[in-house]
């Protein structure tokens, strides 16, 4: 088990991360541009190499019931690769204006497979069409329909 001061010092090499001293001599470490209002990235880090790291985008993680992973017994390389996932998970998506023209004012999802291919769920007049770039690739009638193709697939929200 990696001590405090370890972990501490591979969070810290992650510039993006803002730390937040908070009770009990514990430590968050914040995502200032978190594209979600999840700011959160590393959670009551305790000096007895206790706490947390949100996951609760990354399916390939068991978390609790606020997307949270117990770091306590991760190596040095498990944490950086959940710390990094982490934090791309949340980072905000530039649009291209290819993009722009098929979203418009929607809200839109964005996912992703582990070879990095980029796909967009939008609602549109009550169906849920699956973009690649310009290209329409599939539609549901419902949001459940298409997060399950989604995740058949192999792709995450990101």
């Known amino acids: 088990m990696l001590t405090f001061n370890e972990k501490l010092a591979i969070i810290e090499t992650f510039s993006e991360l803002e730390r937040k001293d908070v009770s009990l001599k514990r430590v968050?470490?914040?995502?200032?541009?978190?594209?979600s209002d999840k700011k959160n990235i590393v959670y009551h880090l305790h000096p007895n190499g206790n706490g947390f790291v949100y996951a609760g985008n990354l399916?390939?993680?068991?978390?609790?019931?606020?997307?949270m992973v117990?770091?306590?017994?991760?190596?040095?390389?498990?944490?950086?690769?959940?710390?990094k996932e982490s934090i791309e998970s949340l980072l905000p998506v530039e649009k291209?204006?290819?993009e722009e023209a098929i979203i418009g004012n929607q809200v839109e999802e964005r996912w992703?497979?582990?070879?990095?291919?980029?796909l967009i769920?939008?609602?549109?007049n009550d169906t849920w069409n699956i973009y690649y770039g310009l290209?329409?690739?599939?539609?549901?009638?419902?949001?459940?329909e298409a997060e399950e193709f989604l995740k058949e697939e192999g792709f995450r929200r990101v």
Do not use: C, M, W
Request: charged fraction near 35%.
């Open 96 to 98: 291209t204006l290819e």
């Open 28 to 35: 968050n470490f914040q995502l200032p541009n978190s594209a």
């Open 135 to 144: 290209n329409l690739e599939e539609s549901f009638d419902t949001y459940g």
């Open 70 to 83: 117990n770091i306590r017994d991760f190596s040095a390389d498990e944490l950086k690769k959940l710390i």
């Open 59 to 67: 399916p390939s993680y068991q978390t609790d019931d606020k997307g």
């Open 121 to 124: 769920l939008i609602n549109e």
């Open 112 to 118: 992703v497979d582990k070879e990095k291919n980029h």
